[in-house]
Each structure stands twice: as C-alpha cells, then as structure tokens.
C-alpha cells in the first residue's frame, strides 16, 4: 500500500489498523493522522526479533478489537515489510507501507475549495506533514502559494486545469520545510514573490513585495493583495484575494496562531504578532475565510477535507485574540515548544546559502510541522 491509498482509507471513514513498529519516541513525535479516524498499535520491530511469538500474539489480540485493514508502518518500509511477513505466516492479513513514513510524509493531495466567489482554488496538503499550499486562480490567470518542493505537483495541476501560472508566491521563509516557490518559477519563467525583510539575504533574485502590493489578474482584475504580517517572520505577507479569501501563510492558522521565537527573538515578534492580528486583522470583514500554511491535526479538518476557517469563528475560538498586548504576549511566550533542530538549517536552505541533498532534505523534513503554538489559543 503506498502512503495516497493510505490516507484515502482513513479519510472515506475505513479506519485502518495500523501497526506502528518504530521505537516509541519516534512515534510518540509523529504519527499517521488524517481528516478521519484510525486504530494504532507501537509494537517496535525489535520486540518482534527478540519475542516474536509474544509479539505476534498482542498483535492478533489487538486487531480483533480493531476490524479495519493491518498495516504495519516503520520509517523507510524495510523493518515493517519484515514484520508483515511475519504476521502474514502466522495467518494475519497484513499490508506493508511503501516507503514507510518517509513517504508519508512527501505526498500530498489536491482539492477544490469552495471560494463563495469567481476567483477559483485548490487546497494542497501534504498530508504527512500538515503543509497547505494552494493553487488560486481568476479566469486562466493563476498563482501558486507556499508550494513545497516536489514541484511537479503543481506543474501538472496547471496543466490539467488549463491554467497560465502568472507567479509564485512564499508568504514567509518556511523553517519546517524546503520550499518550492524559487524552483517553481524558475521551472516556468514567472515572477517569485517575497518580502524583503525575510529574503533581503537570500542568494537569488526575486519581486519584492510590501505592505498594500496590488496585483491583478484575470479579465476583470480581480485583486490580489499582499498585506503585511509580521511577527512569525518579519517578512511574514498575508495574500488577500477577492477580499474574500485570505492566505494567511504561519500567521494564524484554522486553530492556533504563528511561533515568533524561530528567528530568536521571540518577545519582539510576539508584539509584531498581537499587531498583526488584532490591529491589521481586526479591519478586515469577518466573513473573509482564512486558509493557512500549516495545519496542525485532524481536528482542523472540515467534512471535505479541506482546511479552512472564516475570520469571525476564529475570533470567537481562539481566546489569544481577545487578550490585550501584555497579556497576548505572555500567553503567547508561554505556548512556546523548543524549536526543532533543523529548522535554522532550512531556513538557510530556502535562502540558497547552504545545498542540500534529496536525502539531507527528507531527512531534515521528517516530522509534522511546529510552525503553531504549542498550546493552541
């Protein structure tokens, strides 16, 4: 089974069994999750080389309680391939993850999104790690948005769509992940769009953008606004589109805000942050729908799989955006996690000072993203 069947299996309600036999504290940081339920067993692969008769007997008791399809999932597909032929000998139909959570967490997949306008999008989320990208177009005339790096993705969306891609957009330097808004509009002559402040170092030309840049495409002109968002980035840009959409990048999510600290000024960026969100966004209509860079877990999904928020809900939801500067900034640095490790390396990369290779980059990718808070607001 590769990772696409098993994400539709959990999302169409199937609820898989999934035998996770990595060790536990890489399956306590990242796990199989989706837009819907699934049964998971960490039984590491060890236990079934030092005591494989006891460990074939917990996994049969367990799966009699979990009817869905076994799947046995390890980090590259070599160790849980060992394990199902083990349990397919002892009469448990058993299906190997192809490439393991590795591959998990490369693939994605697309969908339609209902914009309420003319303006039409598409949400792309790779799933394995919770990043959102998007496809926006009005008429022909299209732009893509915090496109990861397989890039082809979105070549071949253009196409099928019969799309002309006017521009690539980056709403921030990514940490979590290399991006592929540089490749991209190299790959197809178009214009990448940034903010100075977070790409004034990098070693490539771009279209600088500000605060108000406004662009337009399609027959009538539709608008298309950067809105500057500082305080997860200094050049952190928000992408209003039609006046309905809003593409907020790490700014605010479907269910938690942006971290300030992965620049390592925290307090600063968290007075950026409250600014930004409760003085720049506290203008904007509450029925825009936010869609986000990142999403966090299956809770934040909607019954079509798609991840998105109207302004209004969130300004119910999250408390953070209710608090006075003081209090906002205190939540704010007390929500913090430890940044992950790789993610100055990534942001070195996404500037083109370091290179990297397709193992290095899968390697220093592996893992859901810590782009939000960890306490949600």
């Not at 949400?123 to 915090?146: E, N, P, W």
């Not at 402040?197 to 070693?203: M, R």
């Amino acid at each position: 089974m590769d990772s696409l069947e098993l994400f539709s299996a959990i999302e169409s309600g199937r609820r898989p069994a999934i035998l996770d036999v990595r060790n536990p504290d890489e399956f306590a940081r990242w796990k199989i999750e989706g837009p819907g339920r699934a049964d998971t067993l960490n039984l590491p692969y060890f236990a079934f080389i030092d005591a494989e008769a006891d460990s074939v007997s917990k996994t049969r008791a367990w799966k009699s309680a979990h009817p869905g399809d076994l799947v046995v999932v390890c980090a590259k597909g070599d160790s849980s391939e060992f394990v199902a032929e083990i349990l397919r000998t002892a009469g448990l139909a058993a299906t190997n993850l192809e490439g393991g959570m590795a591959a998990w967490g490369q693939a994605s997949t697309i969908k339609p999104l209902d914009t309420g306008s003319s303006v039409r999008a598409w949400q792309i989320l790779r799933f394995g790690k919770g990043c959102l990208s998007y496809l926006v177009a009005a008429d022909d005339d299209a732009i893509v948005v915090d496109p990861h790096r397989r890039i082809e993705v979105y070549r071949r969306a253009v196409a099928d769509f019969g799309l002309k891609l006017r521009g690539v957009v980056d709403t921030h330097l990514h940490a979590d992940h290399r991006s592929g808004g540089r490749a991209l509009a190299r790959a197809e002559s178009v214009p990448y769009y940034v903010h100075f402040a977070d790409f004034g170092a990098a070693n490539f030309d771009f279209s600088s953008v500000h605060d108000r840049t406004l662009l337009s495409f399609g027959e009538e002109g539709v608008p298309f606004q950067f809105l500057g968002a500082p305080g997860h980035t200094p050049g952190g840009t928000m992408l209003l589109v039609d006046g309905r959409l809003l593409l907020t990048g790490d700014t605010l999510f479907a269910g938690s805000v942006g971290r300030p600290d992965l620049g390592g000024r925290a307090r600063q960026w968290a007075g950026d942050l409250y600014e930004t969100l409760i003085e720049r966004l506290g203008t904007l209509d509450g029925s825009v729908r936010v869609l986000p860079a990142h999403t966090s877990g299956p809770s934040e999904f909607r019954a079509d799989g798609t991840v998105w928020e109207s302004l209004v809900n969130l300004r119910a939801r999250l408390g953070l955006l209710r608090l006075p500067r003081n209090l906002f900034i205190e939540a704010v640095l007390d929500g913090l996690a430890p940044a992950p490790p790789g993610y100055e390396t990534l942001r070195r990369l996404n500037l083109e000072l370091e290179n990297a290779t397709d193992d290095e980059l899968s390697e220093l990718e592996l893992g859901k993203n810590e782009c939000a808070l960890a306490r949600k607001g």
